[in-house]
């Protein structure tokens, strides 16, 4: 079964509308992730400069929501097309992780789609990455932004953000930082599970690489 029919949806009309949009959504990730940094990291902007930034973000949103709808209009059976696309519709639907939608869109660029073994390590280096720095420094924004005009937050600076999503992920846990808000504790929630996932992933792949590893060695002992 070729990729197009597990994912429900016509394989040319997908194929032609994926290699299409693929690398002009890739940019327009890497602009949401500028733009919406330069928005809660520098706090001097004008009000005119908030504004045009807000206006991008919002056209950006539109263009990914709107991908995301002709995906679904392409995909015969929509049911299936939801369940394997969930990435895109949480990104879509929830601010802090729209940047994660670079690492979807990253799929489709033809360079990933090879099925030789060296485009597919570097596409699951590569996505592991990704996804940790952006799962990082997208909590990370989004705490500063919640946290920062709070009464009593601790949380004021990105470095200090940056300290407690290291801290946390990492499942540490000094306690010198910390959220005060309850939209900070959500997310201090979401990075804790994302930590323990995380870990046991690397975990699993590191012991899977190793066996593998041993099992060619003792192969080619063991081979006249």
């Not at 733009?35 to 263009?63: F, K, N, R």
């Not at 997208?138 to 953000?161: C, K, W």
């Not at 997310?187 to 599970?193: C, E, H, I, N």
């Amino acid at each position: 079964m070729n990729d197009g029919q597990s994912s429900g949806a016509h394989p040319d009309r997908r194929a032609h509308w994926e290699t299409a949009t693929s690398i002009p959504l890739v940019a327009l990730s890497l602009v949401f992730i500028a733009l919406y940094s330069a928005q809660v990291l520098d706090t001097t902007l004008p009000v005119h400069a908030q504004v045009a930034i807000t206006a991008v973000l919002a056209l950006i949103w539109v263009t990914f929501a709107t991908d995301y709808l002709v995906r679904l209009g392409l995909a015969t059976d929509k049911r299936e097309y939801v369940k394997t696309s969930w990435v895109d519709l949480v990104s879509v639907l929830i601010p802090v992780f729209r940047p994660f939608l670079l690492l979807a869109r990253l799929g489709d660029i033809p360079f990933f789609k090879r099925g030789s073994g060296g485009s597919i390590r570097l596409r699951l280096v590569i996505h592991a990455a990704l996804f940790v720095l952006l799962f990082v420094y997208s909590i990370s924004l989004a705490v500063l932004a919640v946290e920062r005009p709070a009464p009593g937050a601790n949380i004021l600076t990105f470095g200090d953000s940056i300290w407690w999503a290291c801290v946390t992920i990492a499942t540490v846990g000094y306690g010198d930082l910390y959220p005060v808000t309850d939209a900070g504790r959500l997310l201090s929630v979401v990075l804790m599970a994302g930590g323990i996932a995380i870990v046991g992933v690397a975990t699993a792949t590191i012991v899977s690489y190793l066996n593998e590893s041993i099992t060619r060695q003792h192969r080619r002992r063991t081979d006249p």
